[in-house]
């Protein structure tokens, strides 16, 4: 099992950038595929982007691509999600997920609190 904890959310003018970083606990975090999602006020929560285990494969919604980048480092058993040239259509809980396959229809087994990204216009 694995426990996630998301941080650098936060508000944003349209246009700006922000980092989100996802700590996992425990000694298997090598051993998951990763993800991000997001949620919006009164939307169904959406796959953002997910990693491989080795950080060698990456999947990103289209709406995401060319403008968020995916990365982790098992070192330090983190997943980090650098959003640049935010839009306010960005706006959304962030949440970190572990254990599904690199994939925007996977399930994922384990998922963080959530870290709140606005984004003002």
């Known amino acids: 099992q694995v426990q996630l904890v998301e941080s650098g959310g936060g508000l944003v003018q349209a246009g700006g950038s922000l980092r989100l970083s996802c700590a996992a606990s425990?000694?298997?975090?090598?051993?998951?595929?990763m993800a991000w999602f997001r949620q919006a006020p009164g939307k169904e929560r959406e796959f953002v982007v997910a990693?491989?285990?080795?950080?060698?494969?990456?999947v990103y919604a289209d709406s995401v691509k060319g403008r968020f980048t995916i990365s982790r480092d098992n070192a330090k058993n983190t997943v980090y999600l650098q959003m640049n040239s935010l839009k306010p259509e960005d706006t959304a809980v962030y949440y970190c997920?572990?254990?599904?396959?690199?994939?925007?229809?996977?399930?994922?087994?384990?998922w963080g609190q959530g870290t709140q990204v606005t984004v003002s216009s």
């Open positions: 997920a572990a254990g599904g396959l690199v994939s925007p229809q996977a399930k994922y087994l384990y």
């Open positions: 425990g000694r298997t975090f090598s051993s998951y595929n």
């Open positions: 990693i491989s285990r080795s950080g060698g494969s990456t």
